[in-house]
């Protein structure tokens, strides 16, 4: 299996980075790692993407690493409309605009926030972390990391699980976001580093030159890197 956004782009594209290693570099170069070195601090992947930059982040700041498995929900009749988020804590963000405008009940949101549970993210956390639980992340200092934000919906939907986890700071790292997701995120958290807000925002994989898909065999090396409580360096 491959874990990447592979859509065709034009070659005009603005490419913002040559790839992931690069962009990593650059968000790295950005951050304030000392202060997050200095702090009793986990760094916590939120998509298999966003996995390599998370890994890489803590072994930079030398800090726990752990993933949060999340799934998104789609509309009763189309299922590639996204309509809501929901984590393996349970938490879920919804769109209500498209949920007023499709007619959809919160009981069947849900409900299928539940089927996602037991059918999707159930089976990933016993195949990657094989059923272990999440971090204690009570009272700690949470680094949210990903290769880039799109509709905001999984970002909402993890920084709602770490409020609910009852952490004492939470903070969001990506290389790039659109402008009025971006400016929704740095509201609600301690603290976002993003390298590009853009208000004409089309999709992550659009802003990197190369944008190879990722071998599950790499995802589930970090997995175990995550457990032995290291991590797996950006080779491309």
Do not use: W
Not at 72 to 99: D, F, H, Q, R, Y
Not at 168 to 187: L, Q, R
């Amino acid at each position: 299996m491959l874990f990447a956004d592979n859509e065709l782009h034009s070659p005009r594209r603005q490419v913002l980075f040559k790839n992931r290693k690069d962009a990593l570099n650059k968000l790295l170069d950005d951050m304030p790692l000392n202060f997050f070195r200095n702090q009793d601090c986990v760094v916590v992947g939120i998509s298999f993407a966003g996995f390599l930059f998370a890994s890489q982040l803590a072994r930079e700041i030398k800090a726990p690493l752990d993933f949060l498995f999340t799934s998104s929900i789609g509309a009763p009749n189309n299922t590639e409309c996204e309509i809501a988020m929901t984590s393996e804590t349970k938490e879920i963000i919804i769109k209500e605009a498209l949920v007023n405008s499709f007619g959809v009940s919160l009981d069947y949101i849900y409900g299928e926030a539940q089927r996602q549970y037991e059918e999707k993210m159930l089976p990933l956390i016993y195949q990657y972390r094989k059923g272990r639980k999440l971090t204690t992340f009570k009272d700690k200092h949470i680094l949210l990391v990903d290769e880039g934000i799109d509709s905001g919906l999984r970002a909402m939907t993890c920084i709602k699980s770490m409020l609910t986890l009852q952490v004492k700071t939470v903070y969001f790292a990506c290389p790039v976001a659109p402008f009025c997701v971006a400016k929704m995120v740095d509201e609600i958290t301690d603290g976002l580093f993003c390298l590009h807000r853009l208000d004409d925002f089309v999709d992550i994989g659009y802003y990197y030159g190369d944008y190879q898909p990722i071998e599950t065999s790499v995802i589930e090396s970090i997995f175990k890197e995550c457990d032995r409580g290291g991590g797996i360096s950006l080779t491309n």
